[in-house]
């Protein structure tokens, strides 16, 4: 059975959505079986993207991010297009400003570590659980938050108008007015059987992988085509896909409008079609509602009703 992970296919519940010309997706809803199995962003992640995560008891992850004010929301947004010399230069220049007594390191561009003096007494969500718009939860929890606190608002103060930024913003690109600090989730090993071959799209979290992973940012043609190259059966592969978090965070309905209506002739389609004429035995979407299981001919099961896909539920 052939394994599609979506993280953020499903808007929030009550989220207005526009009209969605999905009729392949409709079928695959209609012909399949939703199993509910509720689980975090974080948690699809770790399930199926990324296991090791793990750090020393003194360290903890530093994500670099953009919050933005509007007339009546507040939004935070990772930042994924920092380049190497910047995260260099930042975490250098943030552990002399606290004289070594904080050490701040580049894992790549994008996600950082920073070494504490000792190991901390609070703990903070994942930045996979914390995007999008801010609500008042976005916080540390636990028995000396005080330290995040101070360590969050400083740091925000000493990016404000910080030189790095402000080429950044000349570049046309946000600026990184902030780090959301968070601590190493617990381990949570792979749900799912190892897959002969793992594909992933922009996602930059295969690096924290125990799984090996290769490209995979085209369709379902494509990746038919990865896999006749690598001698791999499809039914025994996985593709995991982030595509829809950047519109979801953003609160765009209408670039999840046209990045759906994409995916429907790319993925869906070609997938439908394969289902229908049995050249492929199954498939399953996962998302954090849960998943959907599609069988070989699903089609013969006429007699199940129709369904409208709406965006915000299976």
């Not at 296919?9 to 079986?33: C, I, K």
Request: aromatic share 12%; glycine share 6%.
């Amino acid at each position: 059975m052939f394994t599609l992970v979506l993280p953020a296919l499903l808007r929030r519940p009550h989220e207005p959505v526009p009209p969605l010309a999905v009729p392949a997706l409709n079928d695959l809803l209609r012909y399949g079986r939703f199993q509910a199995a509720p689980l975090s962003r974080g948690a699809l992640y770790q399930s199926y993207c990324c296991d090791r995560l793990t750090l020393p008891e003194n360290q903890i992850y530093a994500s670099p991010v953009w919050q933005r004010m509007g007339m009546n929301s507040a939004d935070m947004l990772a930042l994924h297009d920092i380049r190497a010399d910047e995260a260099q230069a930042w975490c250098a220049e943030l552990t002399a400003f606290y004289e070594n007594r904080y050490t701040f390191r580049p894992l790549r561009p994008d996600l950082w570590t920073l070494e504490l003096p000792a190991p901390p007494q609070w703990q903070a969500d994942s930045i996979w659980n914390v995007c999008g718009q801010l609500d008042g939860t976005q916080t540390a929890h636990g028995a000396d938050t005080r330290e995040w606190l101070r360590l969050t608002t400083e740091i925000q103060m000493w990016l404000h108008n910080h030189p790095h930024n402000a080429k950044r913003e000349a570049a046309g690109q946000p600026p990184a007015n902030g780090l959301w600090l968070w601590n190493a989730p617990p381990p949570q090993p792979f749900q799912a059987a190892p897959y002969a071959l793992s594909g992933c799209g922009s996602t930059e979290w295969h690096a924290q992988s125990s799984r090996p992973w290769q490209q995979a940012d085209g369709g379902w043609a494509e990746w038919q085509a990865a896999c006749r190259t690598a001698e791999t059966n499809p039914e025994r592969t996985l593709v995991f896909r982030s595509d829809f978090t950047a519109c979801a965070d953003t609160g765009d309905i209408w670039h999840y409008q046209a990045l759906l209506e994409q995916w429907e002739h790319t993925w869906f389609a070609p997938l439908r079609t394969a289902l229908f004429s049995g050249s492929l035995n199954g498939l399953e979407i996962v998302c954090e509602a849960g998943r959907l299981t599609v069988g070989k001919h699903p089609q013969r099961r006429f007699w199940k009703r129709k369904k409208t896909f709406n965006g915000t539920t299976f």
